[in-house]
Nanobody, 126 residues
Framework: QVQLVESGGGLVQAGGSLRLSCAAS????????MGWFRQAPGKEREFVAA????????YYQDSVKGRFTISRDNAKNTVYLQMNSLKPEDTAVYYC???????????????????WGQGTQVTVSS
């Protein structure tokens, strides 16, 4: 059974940076696109970014474009989310998830992801 474990969350001041990591178990990591989602207090979980199985293509929510970068290292079975210029509104629990697809098909749709990590808290103070 594939498992995803996120790390790298924490408390940071506005304008700061954090890098989240998501380590996956199993041998088929590169066969699937991966995504990052987040859930702020009192809000529904939302899409943040996704990357294809090869890492060649990415897709972002408009509010994080130019500030966040998703990447992956298939040799390490790990996907990353580099977050720069953080804002208080980025405060949320961040989840990584495995897509049911190799490409970015339905990348924004959390129903198309079948395996989820436990989440890591990111808090941005003003």
């Amino acid at each position: 059974q594939v498992q995803l474990v996120e790390s790298g969350g924490g408390l940071v001041q506005a304008g700061g940076s954090l890098r989240l990591s998501c380590a996956a178990s199993g041998r088929t990591f590169s066969s699937y696109a991966m995504g990052w989602f987040r859930q702020a207090p009192g809000k529904e979980r939302e899409f943040v970014a996704a990357i294809t199985g090869s890492g060649g293509n990415t897709y972002y929510q408009d509010s994080v474009k130019g500030r966040f970068t998703i990447s992956r290292d298939n040799a390490k079975n790990t996907v990353y989310l580099q977050m720069n210029s953080l804002k208080p509104e980025d405060t949320a629990v961040y989840y990584c998830a495995r897509s049911m697809y190799y490409t970015l098909t339905y990348a924004y749709n959390q129903e198309k992801y079948d395996i989820w990590g436990q989440g890591t808290q990111v808090t941005v103070s003003s």
